[in-house]
Nanobody, 115 residues
Framework: QVQLVESGGGVVQAGGSLRLSCAASRTILPAADMAWYRQAPGKQRELVAWITSGGSTIYVDSVKGRFTIARDNAKNTVYLQMNSLKPEDTADYYC?????????WGQGTQVTVSS
């Protein structure tokens, strides 16, 4: 079993920045695709950013140019750098790992962007 622990959420003003971290409980990152999802109140969970085991990335259009996903395999951690935050980025953010056919989720971290 793999546990994912997110951190770094909080309250920030519009235009500000936050960096989310997701630490895995064991060494899976070198062989895992990692992703960040978010779920705003009353909305479905949506993919925000994805990074493959090889380092390729994809982003949802609404965060392109503002968010960056990165991985540090040595630290077994994936990051989401969020810049130029907007009120519509307010959501619970979840880390996801896809490893040899298994999907794992973190417990989520809350991000609130005030206008």
């Amino acid at each position: 079993q793999v546990q994912l622990v997110e951190s770094g959420g909080g309250v920030v003003q519009a235009g500000g920045s936050l960096r989310l971290s997701c630490a895995a409980s064991r060494t899976i990152l070198p062989a895992a695709d990692m992703a960040w999802y978010r779920q705003a109140p009353g909305k479905q969970r949506e993919l925000v950013a994805w990074i493959t085991s090889g380092g390729s990335t994809i982003y949802v259009d609404s965060v392109k140019g503002r968010f960056t996903i990165a991985r540090d395999n040595a630290k077994n951690t994936v990051y989401l750098q969020m810049n130029s935050l907007k009120p519509e980025d307010t959501a619970d953010y979840y880390c996801n790992a896809y490893h040899y056919g298994h999907a794992y989720w973190g417990q989520g971290t809350q991000v609130t962007v005030s206008s």
